[in-house]
Each structure stands twice: as structure tokens, then as C-alpha cells.
């Protein structure tokens, strides 16, 4: 996977560079718009991490330019600006998602690739991590073929972290991606959900689905 | 009536100011006028006098000569002790009884031994000389006398007495005395007390009253300032004071006022703008900071330097969460900050929150309950609203002890809608109760976790954004209550 990281912010594009490369992919970088615009024209790129505040073309500019070329690869952009309105800008000139710094390492990655995965095939009806299984239309969840019943916001959160299993997901994330909330009065309202939910998918079981991660928040791994 | 209000004072001095002018100009009036008319009566007296005077030497004369002529002896030529006077004073009055210089006036004439000779009308009670006083012939000063003249029947009529002895060689020969009724200078005199006394309070009342009215039209406008000024805090800086179109010290006031509010909200939003641009240029060095962090520790690295990193992460997360409470602040603050304003049942709002938090108060061993009577509808952003429940929620049930309990109620009463979040906990000291809403203030309770003490600054920001209130209420000993009041929506 080739991906454009477009930033003129030298520390930014040199820690995603690393931290993208440690994940496997490969990362070309474009400090201004102009040059953006010339890399995301002769190089195939699986995705473009855009910066909203460019030198020479900005990142609004060069989102609709590039769309209007009909190139196809997601588009995430990256500002610091947080407001519903930026975010709608963004959106609206062509982008796919839309992530505000600072921003967790993690979350990136989780969007990233939920991006690349839109782009294969049709979205998946059931996920498995070792013996768990959940069926998403039909809201089951099975583990070692017995069937476990959870409340809809356990469903939602098994399933979030079941997409991002192998990956730290921080509270952040979970509280943001699940219920939809940016505030860090929640956090006490995601420890227990997560104490809830490996009460009911790991108590019975030898195996730990469920871990903690200290400091950074939970993985679901095999 | 306020008795130190401006318009009192005012009213209250232009009234003092005007009846002293008024009391004494009239009492000047009042003595000149009088003193005038009794000076008129008192020349015409003294001029009748000595016209009385010369009109009986002519007598005397005519006396002499008509005596010398038939040959008849005068008793006497001297005027003193003269034994024909009585004749001559009788004649006299009965030939110039008619004369009208002398109607309105009466003549006495009186001999050395203060006896009545003759007078041309009665006037009882004044048929009397006092006598002794004649000796050394009075003073100018004592010859005028006011007398009291009473009637059989009762009545009694003032009169002003002018007296002049007629001297002839250094001796007393007769006394003239003219008398003059005094109701004519004092009908004027009692005609001007009454004026004065009746019309000048009630002109003083009269424009008293108007000055007040006046006063009041005056101030008014200071009212209206006052009344406007009291609406400006620092949260609502648009007020202006209302400026009266009077271009005078009032207006000029007012719009000074304005002008210096003007440079007041320049100076806030400026500030606001500055704290924002702050928060915002912090996050691009945090971002660094972060996701160099977050890429180090996926690289690997020793296990003490990732017990630095993880430090430094925690650290640099709060950091960020703090400047996240910073814009939220500053943006609540901002008038017309960008919100997604909706028709939202409060009720059904509050409820999911509750099934949100259940597990975390049962995890406690909390009552958590909902008390709603129906559908509250306010207009509102759903994620503020949202926001300030979780806070809310999020506080009650940090403080509330196991066994304890936390409810949640809404209701509307008149135009409001009213959220109350009550819990069984401690409750809040009440030194910290007036700064409980205050930002960076951190009450004197435990705090698991940390925290800024921005959580309930942000949700009073969020209530007064959405045109309403929050407050506070931790009676001794029965954990606290939080009351947030919104207006009800407009449907």
C-alpha cells in the first residue's frame, strides 16, 4: 500500500512517515500543495493524508482540484481546526474522512483502514477473532458456538474493537466512535461498558479476548 | 420616595431655594407697602393739621380786626389763655364742617388743660388728650398715635391721630388734633397678607409639584441606563445603554458609556481571540509531541525509555484535553458561537444519558434514577446539551458513595424547562460553593483522576449559550443539587 502524506509541518510528515512504515506501508512525502498535486498526479497512491494549511495551494484547493481530475484514491485530511463547519468544508470538497490534530497514532491507522477497506470489497457480514464471532445483521454474537447476548451499546462496542482487533484503541476513540461523544467525562462510562462486556465474552472462557492497555486503552487480540 | 435619589434632592432644594425668595421678597413687600400708605396717611394728617392751624389764625385775625373795628375790647390778643377761644374754636368748626378738604378727616381741638373744645365729628372714645405727655409740647415722633374707637353697640373702628399743639410765646395755647380712619391703609395691607400668605405656598407647591415631575423627565434616562447597565457582565458585552435623543449632558453621558463598553468588548474578545489562537497554535506542537510519543513506542525502544514515553504521553493527553476545554470555553463564550441549534426533547435527551452512566452506578452500588413527566422541548445543540448531562452525571456519581443515590429529574414550569441532578454524597463546602462554577477552581474534595476544574464551567458556558442558567444547592449533610433552567422551546 503507497500512501501521499501532503504536510508542510516537517515533524508531523516525518513521525507519520516512520510510524506508517513500522505499519508496513510505503510513504511518500509532498511539503506544499504544489507539489502534492504533482505527486498525487504521477504516482499510484492507495490514499492521501492531506494537511489543510498548505503552502502554495491549500489543502481545500487541492482537495477539489484533485477531484475534479478524477483522482480516485480516499482522501483523509488533517487540520487543526475542529469546528461542525470546517469538518463540512472539508467533506465537501472531495475529502473521505477527516481526523483533527493531535490525534492518536492508533486512530489514524483505524481510519486509514477503514478508507482502504471501503475501497475492496463489500463490507463484511461477520467477524471473527479466534473463536468469537459476531454477525453483524443479525446483531449474534457466538462464542465457542455458545451464544452470548449483549445490550445494543456492548454489541457496538464488542464490534468496534473486533474491526480494530490487533490494534490499541483508546478511550478517545471508543467514546468517540460508539457513543459519539467528545467529552473525557466519559471515560468512567467506557471502563465499565469494557468491564460489562469481558465479563460476558471472556469470564467463561480460559482464553482473554479483552486486554488493557496501560496508559493507551484496550486490544482485542487472539 | 428614595430621600438620596437625585430627583428628591433636586426637587427638595429648587422648593427650599424658591419659598425663601418667596418669603422674603414678601416680607419686604409687605413692610415697604405698608410703610408707604401709613407715610401717605401721616403727611396727609400733618398737612391737615396745619392747614387746621393757619384756618383759625385767619379766624383770629378776622377776630382782631372785627373787634378793633367796632371798638369792642379784645379779651385778649394772645392766643394763650385766650377766654374767646371756645368761641372762636366753636364758630370755626361749624363754618368749615362742610369743607371737603376735611371729609374722611376729623378735627379735635382741645385746650390747655386737654379738654374737648370742639370737635367737627364724635368719635367715641377718643375725646381724650393724654395730657401730662404734652409737656415739652411732643416729640415729632410721639405726635402721631393709632387709637381704638369703640361704639356703644361694640363695634370699633381704628384710627390714626395726628397731634399739634399750637405754641405762641413759649407757651401752650391750644391743641389741634386730626384724626383719620386707618381702614383705608389697612384694607390694602390685610388684602396684601393674604396674597402672601395663601398664594405664594401654594405657587411654591404648585411648582414644587412640576419641579418633581420635571426632575423625573430629567432623570428618567439616567433610569433607563441604570436598568441597562445592570444587564452588562462580562459574559454579555453587546448591551448598550439606551441614548436619549435629547443631544444634551444626558446623551453625551450615554454615549460615552457606550464608547467605553465598546473598548471593554474590544478588550474581551480580543482576549477571547487571543486565548483561542493560543489553543490553537498549542496543538500542531502537540500533535508533534504525540505522535512522535506514540510512534517512538510502537518502535520499540529500551523498557525504561518507554516508561518515560508513556509518562510523557499521559502528560502530553491531559495537555491536549485541557486546550480542548480551552476552545470549548472560549467558543461557548463567543456570542454566536457556531451551534447546531435544534428542537430537542430534554427528557428523552436526559434518559439515554442515565442509560449510559446505569452501568457505572450500579458498578458503585448507586440508585440511579429518572423522575420525567413527558416530552420537555427546548431548542438546543445536542452534543452541548449532551456534554453537560455527562458532566453532571459524570460529578454526581464520582462523589456519591456506595448505597448512595443520584436522580436525575425534568420538568417545565412556566417558560422553563428545569434538569435537576441530585446525589446522596458529601455535598459541597460552602467556601466552595460561590466558586464552584469558576474555571481552574478545584473544590476542596478529593478529585479522582485529576481534572482541570473547567468540567463545570463548561456546563454553566453551555447553559447560558442555550439562553439559560446552572446553579448550585448543597444544604449541610444532603449531598448536593444542580439545577439547570432553559427556556422552553417556542412552539
Redesign the interface.
Known amino acids: 500500500m503507497r500512501i501521499l502524506v501532503i504536510e508542510d509541518?516537517r515533524?508531523?510528515a516525518e513521525?507519520?512517515k516512520?510510524?506508517l512504515k513500522?505499519e508496513g506501508y510505503a510513504v511518500d512525502i509532498a511539503s506544499d500543495g504544489e507539489e502534492g498535486h504533482f505527486l498525487a498526479g504521477t504516482e499510484d497512491y492507495d490514499l492521501l493524508i492531506l494537511d489543510l494549511r498548505l503552502p502554495k495551494m491549500d489543502g481545500i484547493t487541492l482537495c477539489r482540484t484533485l477531484r475534479a481530475e478524477k483522482f480516485a484514491a480516499p482522501i483523509l485530511m488533517l487540520t487543526?481546526?475542529?469546528?461542525?463547519?470546517d469538518k463540512v468544508i472539508g467533506l465537501d470538497s472531495g475529502a473521505d474522512d477527516y481526523l483533527t490534530?493531535?490525534?492518536?497514532?492508533?486512530e489514524l491507522l483505524a481510519r486509514m483502514r477503514a478508507l482502504l477497506r471501503k475501497r475492496g470489497a463489500a463490507e463484511a457480514t461477520r467477524l471473527q477473532v479466534d473463536d468469537l464471532v459476531i454477525n453483524l445483521p443479525g446483531h449474534t454474537v457466538q462464542r465457542a458456538s455458545k451464544i452470548i447476548s449483549l445490550t445494543s451499546?456492548e454489541f457496538a462496542l464488542l464490534e468496534y474493537l473486533m474491526r480494530n482487533a490487533g490494534v490499541v484503541v483508546s478511550r478517545a476513540m471508543i467514546a468517540e466512535h460508539v457513543?459519539?461523544?467528545?467529552?473525557?467525562?466519559?471515560?468512567?462510562?467506557i471502563d465499565?461498558?469494557i468491564?460489562?462486556l469481558r465479563s460476558k465474552v471472556d469470564r467463561d472462557f480460559p482464553k482473554k479476548l479483552i486486554h488493557t492497555v496501560?496508559?493507551?486503552g484496550y486490544i482485542l487480540k487472539a | 420616595m428614595n430621600v438620596k435619589s437625585l430627583r428628591f434632592r433636586m426637587t427638595g432644594l429648587y422648593v427650599l431655594v424658591l419659598a425663601l425668595t418667596f418669603a422674603l421678597s414678601g416680607l419686604l413687600l409687605y413692610r415697604l407697602t405698608g410703610r408707604t400708605l401709613r407715610g401717605d396717611l401721616d403727611d396727609l394728617l400733618e398737612l391737615r393739621a396745619e392747614g387746621v392751624d393757619a384756618s383759625i389764625d385767619t379766624f383770629w385775625a378776622v377776630e382782631a380786626q372785627t373787634a378793633l373795628k367796632d371798638g369792642r375790647p379784645l379779651g385778649s390778643t394772645s392766643k394763650v389763655d385766650n377766654l374767646d377761644f371756645q368761641r372762636i374754636a366753636a364758630r370755626w368748626v361749624e363754618e368749615r364742617i362742610r369743607d371737603p378738604v376735611l371729609v374722611d378727616i376729623v378735627v379735635q381741638l382741645f385746650g390747655t388743660g386737654g379738654e374737648l373744645i370742639a370737635s367737627t365729628q364724635l368719635v367715641p372714645g377718643a375725646t381724650l388728650l393724654p395730657f401730662d405727655a404734652l409737656e415739652p409740647f411732643l416729640s415729632p415722633s410721639a405726635r402721631f398715635l393709632n387709637i381704638v374707637s369703640q361704639g356703644p353697640s361694640g363695634e370699633t373702628a381704628r384710627f390714626r391721630a395726628f397731634t399739634y399743639p399750637v405754641v405762641a410765646g413759649g407757651r401752650l395755647a391750644y391743641v389741634i388734633r386730626v384724626l383719620s380712619p386707618l381702614a383705608p391703609v389697612e384694607a390694602p395691607l390685610r388684602a396684601l397678607r393674604m396674597i402672601l400668605f395663601l398664594l405664594l405656598p401654594g405657587v411654591v407647591v404648585l411648582s414644587g409639584a412640576v419641579a418633581a415631575w420635571l426632575a423625573g423627565r430629567t432623570i428618567r434616562p439616567v433610569n433607563h441606563m441604570v436598568e441597562s447597565a445592570r444587564d452588562i457582565s462580562t459574559e454579555n458585552l453587546r448591551v448598550r445603554l439606551p441614548v436619549p435623543g435629547t443631544r444634551d449632558e444626558l446623551s453625551r453621558l450615554a454615549e460615552t458609556f457606550n464608547g467605553m463598553l465598546d473598548r471593554i468588548e474590544q478588550g474581551f474578545s480580543f482576549q477571547r481571540q487571543f486565548w483561542e489562537d493560543v489553543a490553537h497554535e498549542l496543538k500542531t506542537p502537540l500533535a508533534i509531541m504525540k505522535g512522535e510519543i506514540e510512534v517512538a513506542l510502537r518502535c520499540g525502544g529500551g523498557p525504561e525509555d518507554r516508561e518515560v514515553l508513556s509518562s510523557n504521553l499521559e502528560e502530553v493527553d491531559g495537555l491536549i484535553c485541557l486546550i480542548e476545554k480551552m476552545l470549548t470555553l472560549a467558543r461557548l463564550d463567543r456570542s454566536g458561537a457556531a451551534m447546531d441549534m435544534r428542537e430537542l426533547d430534554l427528557a428523552a435527551l436526559a434518559g439515554r444519558a442515565v442509560e449510559e452512566f446505569r452501568a457505572v452506578a450500579e458498578d458503585k452500588g448507586i440508585r440511579l434514577g429518572l423522575t420525567a413527566s413527558g416530552a420537555v422541548f427546548v431548542r438546543g445543540d445536542d452534543a452541548r446539551l449532551r456534554g453537560l448531562l455527562y458532566i453532571l452525571l459524570d460529578n454526581a456519581l464520582k462523589f456519591t458513595p456506595a448505597g448512595g443515590t443520584v436522580g436525575v429529574e425534568v420538568g417545565a414550569d412556566g417558560g422553563h424547562t428545569r434538569l435537576v441532578v441530585s446525589d446522596t454524597g458529601p455535598g459541597i463546602g460552602e467556601a466552595d460553593l460561590p466558586r464552584i462554577f469558576d474555571r481552574f477552581h478545584r473544590a476542596g474534595r478529593p478529585v479522582e483522576g485529576g481534572g482541570f476544574g473547567l468540567g463545570l464551567s463548561i456546563a454553566k458556558a453551555v447553559a447560558e449559550s442555550h439562553g439559560g442558567c446552572i446553579e448550585v444547592d448543597s444544604p449541610p449533610g444532603a449531598g448536593s443539587q444542580f439545577t439547570v433552567i432553559l427556556p422552553l422551546a417556542q412552539r
Open positions: 509541518e515533524k508531523i513521525f507519520l516512520k510510524g513500522a487543526v481546526r475542529d469546528s461542525v463547519k490534530k493531535p490525534f492518536d497514532f492508533e451499546k457513543w459519539d461523544v467528545h467529552f473525557d467525562s466519559f471515560t468512567n462510562v465499565v461498558s468491564n460489562h496501560r496508559g493507551r
